[in-house]
């Protein structure tokens, strides 16, 4: 199973250990850990709740990866998302892309989070000194997944 | 009977995290089932009116204002996901 939406935390060790265990054709890996701040726009975060849509979200990730290996020479992807109550310095996903060379894998990498921040339903609410309020979606995540459309990036 | 379904900012402001509904005679699409559920005024033209930032799923997909809707189907309200 490439994709894991949990309240636990994970060892990204032992997961990427685990992702590429006993295959000699792995070459590169590329992994990206998402973690829990202490400040989000000028406002001091003490805890951070994760929501989600049960059964669509991991759908959606999993149309992201299969995406993801459509584009590129992949080997493997793990994508594990966490959910409920978290706080600064908590881990909050983990993207591993194993593949033959390193490009494949950072590309991979990099478009699945993209992809992830924009299309699969997860929403954060935070504390704050003020009270609770809910994280407003960015433009500038819109734009970075918008990187991947249209006809030069389809040619990865 | 659909199973409609609000999340995050949505839910907390409707006060409602599902429920199920019969589909009222002409409503065949998601545009429409948004304007029924308007239709009932109060927060629900607050939160689900033209112009919000409101995201729709149906059978957990990613919908338009002309996806079709019909009895058994699971529509989801929710506002643009904030997740990673």
């Known amino acids: 199973m490439p994709v894991r939406v949990q309240s636990q935390d ?38 951070l709740a994760l929501e989600h849509y049960p059964g669509m979200t991991e759908k959606a990730l999993e149309r992201i990866v299969a995406e993801a290996h459509a584009r590129w020479r992949l080997i493997d992807v793990l994508v594990i998302h966490r959910v409920g109550e978290l706080r600064p310095t908590d881990q909050i996903v983990l993207v591993a892309v194993t593949s ?24 954060k609410k935070e504390s704050t000194p003020q009270g609770q309020r809910w994280v407003e979606a960015r433009d500038s995540d819109d734009q970075a997944a918008g990187r991947w459309q249209g006809p030069k990036a389809d040619v990865g | 009977m659909v199973k409609v379904l609000f999340f995050a900012r949505l839910r907390e402001d409707l006060g409602c995290a599902e429920e199920d509904l019969d589909l009222p005679q002409g409503v065949t699409t998601v545009a429409a089932l948004q304007a029924h559920l308007v239709s ?22 990613m919908a338009q204002p002309g996806t079709p809707v019909k009895p058994g189907d699971e529509v989801a309200f929710f506002p643009p996901v904030t997740g990673g």
């Open chain 1, 10 to 47: 994970f060892d990204a060790g032992a997961e990427i250990a685990r992702l590429r265990e006993g295959d000699p054709k792995v070459g590169a890996v590329a992994a990206f850990i998402g973690i829990a701040r202490d400040v989000n726009d000028g406002e001091t975060v003490a805890t």
């Open chain 1, 100 to 123: 033959a060379h390193r490009g494949d894998a950072f590309a991979a990498c990099e478009f699945i989070m993209d992809y992830l921040k924009t299309r699969a339903p997860f929403w």
């Open chain 2, 40 to 61: 009932r005024g109060g927060a629900w033209k607050d939160v689900l009116a033209q112009g919000r930032a409101v995201r729709v799923a149906v059978n957990q997909d």
